[in-house]
């Protein structure tokens, strides 16, 4: 699954006009002293690291979401730049201010991961990038964004995925223990990519948001499958969840909703140490936003009409106005007003 640039169409055009920031840079260009690929790293770039959730995917027949799935980086809430669509991303919103660069790096089954861990064969066919691979791809890039937006481990709290039996009934023990292991797995992923912030020259933010609202999110699936039961024809692949996700069964998905919350709180608290670390004049900075975490899912047409798992055009809308809203103060210190 590769990532996936794209800039501002209309970019030249809006960087001719003498009162942009830019119009120097365009000028060099057009006087031969730079080249289309320099112009265009002059601009801001914003990238997307994250799984399904920041993708337009719904899942169908294995071989149907695999294709669907191997280059699906635009219909989701952070990019849509199609003027048609339903989908007022936070890419669009982010036009309407500035000509940049959004790099999508997020893929389908994306997870926060472990040192020589075992990819499923799904996975592989797909080859998903998880965590450590999309930063690996940012911090190898010739250009390194100026905001950078993390969205990714709701598949780590699929909690009874190879859960032991005896601990589907007591599970206590083992939440608390994933609750433990993504922290540790996420600080050892976040760390070399504010690392590589801090040796740029220019003014990084990196946002972390928390995971996805379970709690609302799984009341707008309780709507689904009721829909679904009255009429059999609605939500074709409803069951196909099951599939990927064990944990989202309606008799397991309680723990999902208290290990999110607990997963929420460790990111929280992760965000606070990494930003004691760094100094008060830091060209980074680092935020924990609670935005996709508080956002309302709890309706079904926010949930696509063919799985009812993944968010539907109205349902990206959704994240993307929770998401852009938080936005601000990072966009005030990178200089995006």
């Given at each position: 699954?590769?990532?996936?640039?794209?800039?501002?169409?209309?970019?030249?055009?809006?960087?001719?006009?003498?009162?942009?920031?830019?119009?120097?840079d365009y000028l060099a260009y057009r006087r031969g002293e730079i080249t289309r690929r320099q112009l265009i790293s002059r601009l801001p770039h914003v990238a997307m690291i994250g799984d399904s959730v920041c993708t337009g995917i719904h899942v169908t027949t294995r071989w149907s979401t695999f294709w669907r799935a191997r280059d699906r980086h635009d219909g989701n809430w952070f990019l849509e730049?199609?003027?048609?669509?339903?989908?007022?991303?936070?890419s669009r919103r982010l036009e309407a201010m500035t000509p940049?660069?959004?790099?999508?790096?997020?893929?389908?089954?994306?997870?926060?991961?472990?040192?020589?861990?075992?990819?499923t064969r799904f996975r592989r066919i797909l080859g998903t990038r998880n965590f450590s691979g999309q930063v690996n791809q940012l911090v190898h890039a010739d250009r390194f964004p100026d905001l950078v937006l993390v969205s990714i481990g709701h598949n780590n709290v699929d909690w009874a995925w190879r859960c032991p039996p005896a601990e589907l009934e007591q599970s206590g023990q083992r939440l608390q223990r994933q609750r433990g292991c993504v922290r540790e797995l996420f600080a050892r992923r976040l760390r070399p990519l504010i690392q590589h912030a801090r040796q740029q020259r220019h003014r990084v933010a990196i946002i972390v948001f928390g995971l996805i609202n379970f709690e609302s999110y799984f009341r707008g699936r309780e709507e689904v499958e009721r829909l679904h039961t009255a009429d059999s024809k609605l939500y074709p692949h409803l069951e196909t969840t099951y599939q990927y996700l064990t944990s989202f069964r309606p008799a397991l998905r309680g723990n999902v909703i208290r290990l999110a919350v607990m997963v929420n709180d460790e990111l929280r608290s992760m965000i606070d140490e990494f930003n004691r670390e760094l100094p008060a004049d830091s060209n980074v900075r680092l935020r924990y936003s609670e935005a996709l975490a508080t956002a309302d899912l709890s309706r079904a047409?926010?949930?696509?009409?063919?799985?009812?798992?993944?968010?539907s055009a109205k349902g990206h809308n959704v994240l993307a106005e929770a998401a852009f809203e938080d936005l601000k103060p990072s966009l005030k210190f990178i200089k995006i007003v």
């Open positions: 699954m590769k990532s996936r640039s794209v800039v501002s169409k209309d970019f030249l055009k809006r960087i001719s006009d003498p009162k942009s920031r830019y119009y120097s730049l199609n003027p048609t669509s339903e989908i007022q991303s936070v940049f660069v959004a790099v999508h790096c997020a893929g389908v089954g994306a997870m926060v991961d472990a040192e020589g861990e075992r990819e047409e926010l949930l696509h009409d063919v799985d009812g798992w993944h968010a």
